[in-house]
């Protein structure tokens, strides 16, 4: 019975593997590209295991951030797993040993799977295995990205635009997949304002805290018109 | 090499934060507030937005290549993506045109 669990898992786990390893890749080499080895990768990978944030940290550890604009970042940058979280809670109740994992693992693509799964006998069975799945591929893309940026004779000057594509490709996905466009438009053009306001230092907070409360008044607005 | 590892710590314990922060206010039969409910619906949207704004913080238009490769490998991205919806394909594509591009053409 476990085994054909792990079975179904594995196979709906396919497509992330195939992202994790591809991503994974690219975040151990940035990362070896920045000075930080293959230890660093599998620390980062094991305990944040949250891609686009080991991403941003790249940058933060190459210039030396200070801790308190690498956590304020983290919070922005990962904000969004408070939604995920709040929409598993009924999901994850009665999980057990395993829901702290469950919890921990909860990533973007672990949630797409996880969120859309029918009632079943060996659910949790099942979201502990998608879990574990895509940690592996995602801790593995990392050595296997830090081992070629540390072996492989290639220039890999320029490999830092992947985080750029993959969140220029989320973005553009759900852009077409959404009905409004408005929470995109404002994200893009508050960020581009405080950009030019407050420079490339400062300008994340206050982004964050301007779409925010425009995203927090606007509610009856746009619900009505989805309705309409 | 401390402060690299306290910075990883710091991103770790936040995000592990997070994580079960709404597990731990939201454990028993409590509503999710409306507002919260709806931020919770946007926010990736708007997120998402923010990031790629991000990314591009340190492209200056004022100096050579005045952010022509990045102008390029985000165009090769959208092109690529509204064409085949493939997320690999999109990024494979775009990230390899950039590296040809500051490797080969704007050295």
């Not at chain 2, 731990?24 to 619906?41: C, D, H, M, S, W």
Request: charged share 10%; net charge positive.
């Amino acid at each position: 019975m476990k085994q054909s669990v792990l079975k179904t898992a594995f196979l709906d786990t396919i497509p992330v593997m195939t992202g994790y390893l591809f991503l994974g890749f690219g975040f151990g080499i940035a990362l070896q590209q920045a000075g930080f080895g293959w230890l660093w990768a599998a620390a980062m990978s094991l305990f944040i295991y949250a891609g686009s944030m080991q991403y941003v940290a790249i940058g933060l550890l190459s210039s030396g951030a200070g801790l308190l604009t690498a956590a304020v970042t983290t919070f922005l940058v990962n904000a969004r797993h408070l939604f995920y979280g709040i929409s598993m809670v009924d999901t994850y109740k009665g999980a057990g040993k395993k829901k702290p994992y469950l919890i921990f693992a909860l990533t973007d693509e672990t949630y797409s799977l996880v969120s859309r799964l029918p009632q079943g006998t060996n659910r949790m069975q099942y979201c502990f295995w998608v879990s574990l799945l895509d940690q592996i591929y995602w801790v593995g893309g990392s050595l296997l990205g830090s081992w070629a940026g540390a072996v492989l004779p290639l220039n890999f000057t320029g490999i830092d635009f992947v985080l750029t594509a993959l969140f220029l490709t989320i973005f553009l996905e759900q852009w077409l997949s959404a009905a409004d466009h408005r929470p995109a438009i404002v994200g893009v053009a508050v960020t581009t304002g405080c950009l030019v306001l407050f420079g490339a230092d400062l300008f994340l907070i206050p982004s964050m805290a301007i779409i925010t409360a425009i995203l927090a008044l606007s509610p009856k607005t746009s619900k009505e018109a989805q309705h309409d | 090499m401390i402060k690299p590892a306290l910075t990883i710590a710091v991103i770790a314990l936040v995000t592990i934060g997070l994580r079960f922060l709404p597990f731990l206010i939201f454990g028993e039969n409590r509503k999710t507030p409306p507002v919260i409910a709806y931020l919770g619906q946007v926010l990736p949207y708007a997120i998402m937005g923010m990031l790629v704004v991000y990314c591009l913080k340190d492209v200056r238009l004022t100096a050579a290549p005045f952010g022509i490769p990045q102008a390029i490998g985000c165009a090769v991205v959208a092109l690529l993506h509204i064409w085949k919806r493939n997320t690999l394909l999109s990024i494979g594509g775009g990230t390899l045109c950039y590296m040809l591009l500051v490797q080969f053409v704007f050295v």
